[in-house]
């Protein structure tokens, strides 16, 4: 199972505002007025963190257990199912090819399926996971 939520710092400037700083993934920083805003900048730079990673074809890093302090950030919702998907072909060293074979479907299916820009249908990302063995579940918290 791969949890999608990371640790975040969200630390006071001594200007104003707040910065954040996700230990696990290097170069997704962002800032906010106040704690509110920080949060919600800091989603969005995580996700586009994290779909650069999939542009490069970098792994996705696991997120660390959170300190102390730290508040938690999940990657945006459209992006989390391709995340999945692209760890779990990463993980299982499945190819695109490979696995548009295993759908029945062309290879560029697949690639669009692996694009963070890509608007794909979430029963198409389902149906790759499944041909991988993998299922994907939501889950509810209390929002921090």
Sequence with gaps: MRDL???VDIVPEATGGFYAKFPDVPGALTGGKDVAETRLE???ALGVALAEYMR???DIPLPSKAKRGQ????VPLYLAPKIALYAAMRDSKMTNVKLAKR???RETVVRRL??????SKPSKVQAA???LGKSITV??????
């Design 5 to 7: 939520s990371y640790p």
């Design 42 to 44: 800091a989603q969005d």
């Design 56 to 58: 490069r074809q970098i």
């Design 71 to 74: 508040h938690i950030i999940s």
């Design 103 to 105: 759908l029945g479907v």
């Design 114 to 119: 692996l694009n963070p820009d890509h608007d």
């Design 129 to 131: 996971l499944e041909a």
């Design 139 to 144: 889950s509810v918290r209390d929002a921090a």
